[in-house]
């Protein structure tokens, strides 16, 4: 098993930063790649941002495109998410994902290991 706990959420104003951070603990060497997910009230959960275990290749929604970075330090295993720009509909619950892989993925059904979700809160 994978363990995953995402922190760093918070309320902000339009235009702040945010950098949040999900450390992995576990099985930690059958990881593959780690993305970033979020859910708002009312609506389904939907990709952000993912990163290759490895070769540190990434992928974003286009709607994050520009503004959030995803990182990732490998001897702490922890994924970062550094969100620039923040707008009120970034609003939302983050989640972050573990993938065994063997393809890089932006669908939530690929995504095998969950962490509970850190809330982002964006205010106009």
């Known amino acids: 098993q994978v363990q995953l706990v995402e922190s760093g959420g918070g309320l902000v104003q339009a235009g702040d930063s945010l950098r949040l951070s999900c450390a992995a603990s576990?099985?930690?060497?059958?990881?593959?790649?780690m993305g970033w997910f979020r859910q708002a009230p009312g609506k389904e959960r939907e990709f952000v941002a993912a990163?290759?275990?490895?070769?540190?290749?990434?992928y974003y929604a286009d709607s994050v495109k520009g503004r959030f970075t995803i990182s990732r330090d490998n001897a702490k295993s922890t994924v970062y998410l550094q969100m620039n720009s923040l707008k009120p509909e970034d609003t939302a619950l983050y989640y972050c994902?573990?993938?065994?892989?063997?393809?890089?993925?932006?669908?939530?059904?690929?995504?095998?290991?969950w962490g509970q979700g850190t809330q982002v809160t964006v205010s106009s």
């Open positions: 994902a573990a993938d065994r892989g063997p393809r890089f993925s932006a669908l939530v059904g690929a995504y095998d290991y």
């Open positions: 576990g099985r930690t060497f059958v990881i593959d790649a």
């Open positions: 990163i290759t275990w490895n070769g540190g290749i990434t």
